[in-house]
């Protein structure tokens, strides 16, 4: 592989990880009531935060 492609790998490959990392830290801090309002109940919260995990994941698709 040329140096172009193997570094335009590498980013994405970057990209791809970083999203999965903040996908994983929003479930957990969402579990751990960190961001939570204090008017909104922890189940609500928590399926809020896998809503943008949604998000996480469909954007890492769409990068295939």
Not at 5 to 22: A, G, K
């Amino acid at each position: 592989m040329t140096i172009a492609v193997e570094t335009r790998l590498r980013l994405e490959l970057l990209f791809i990880l970083s999203l999965c990392f903040v996908a994983v830290l929003a479930e957990v801090l969402a579990a751990a009531a960190v961001l939570k309002p204090e008017s909104e109940p922890l189940a609500s919260w928590f399926q809020r935060s896998g809503a943008i995990t949604s998000v996480f994941c469909v954007s890492i698709s769409a990068q295939f």
